[in-house]
Nanobody, 129 residues
Framework: QVQLVESGGGLVQAGGSLNLSCAGS?????????????MGWFRQAPGKEREFVAR??????????ADSVKGRFTISRDNAENTVTVHLQMNRLKPDDTAIYYC???????????????WGQGTQVTVSP
């Protein structure tokens, strides 16, 4: 049973920081463990489409970011036996960063939300002016 569980969301003032975490465990239908997957963060603001934020490859060597968060957010991961923890360090937060943040997993290096089959339940991030 695959599980992705996010934590670390909350309310912060503009200019502040938050660190989101996502714990991934279990083995997928094709018998790969979560620590071998590409991990991504996405977000969805009220009335908007879900959008890509950041992603990291299975070894933690390759990352990419949406232009809107580049230079402010950092994605990282810790691989353990059969599990993975993915972090999203968010600095210099802006009110426009307010959204539900989702962790997702995919075996391939993809970027669109519809290309990710495994999702967490989401964690709310609210940035006040």
């Amino acid at each position: 049973q695959v599980q992705l569980v996010e934590s670390g969301g909350g309310l912060v003032q503009a200019g502040g920081s938050l660190n989101l975490s996502c714990a991934g465990s279990g083995r997928t239908f094709n018998r790969y463990y979560m620590n071998s997957y590409v991990m991504g963060w996405f977000r969805q603001a009220p009335g908007k489409e879900r959008e890509f934020v950041a992603r990291i490859d299975s070894g933690g060597r390759m990352t990419s970011y949406a232009d809107s968060v580049k230079g402010r957010f950092t994605i990282s991961r810790d691989n353990a036996e059969n599990t993975v923890t993915v972090h999203l360090q968010m600095n210099r937060l802006k009110p426009d960063d307010t959204a539900i943040y989702y962790c997702a997993a995919n075996p391939l290096w993809r970027i669109r939300p519809d290309e990710f089959a495994l999702w967490g339940q989401g964690t709310q991030v609210t940035v006040s002016p």
